[in-house]
């Protein structure tokens, strides 16, 4: 058996480089720098995600989780203060979302779509409980 270690990183394709580029930078109030003229990475801020945009692409297309692949991406958080400052940033800056909510009933999370529709979370896994 051959053994892995987890998930080394995700890319996802968009529409437009310098949209999305913007959004996550609005997103996560930083300068994130462009890898090559097709790319740019969430590593400074420490997530292995990678956004592409294809020379040819398909005109008008959307994301649709409903299709074979992706279905949404969930950035790890640890504390619900963490998530309440994600939870304000994107009420700021006019993104749509249903704020915290809570999966099987135990888990939060925010939900939102990116500017290709993407379906992105906050999420955390093991909630830390403030000391």
Known sequence: ??????????????????????FYEDLFDT????????SFSLLKVGIPCWFSQWGKQYKNDRFDERRVGLD??????????????????????????????????KYPYVC?????NIQTEFFIPKEKKPT
């Open 1 to 22: 058996m051959i053994k892995a270690y987890g998930i080394a990183h995700t890319t996802l394709s968009v529409s437009n480089l310098k949209r999305t580029k913007k």
């Open 72 to 105: 949404h991406i969930a950035f790890k958080l640890e504390t619900l203060e963490e998530l309440q400052v994600i939870i304000s940033r994107l009420k700021k800056m006019g993104i749509k979302t249903k704020g915290l909510e809570r999966f099987a009933g």
């Open 112 to 116: 939102f779509r990116d500017p290709d």
């Open 31 to 38: 300068k994130i720098d462009q890898d090559n003229e097709w």
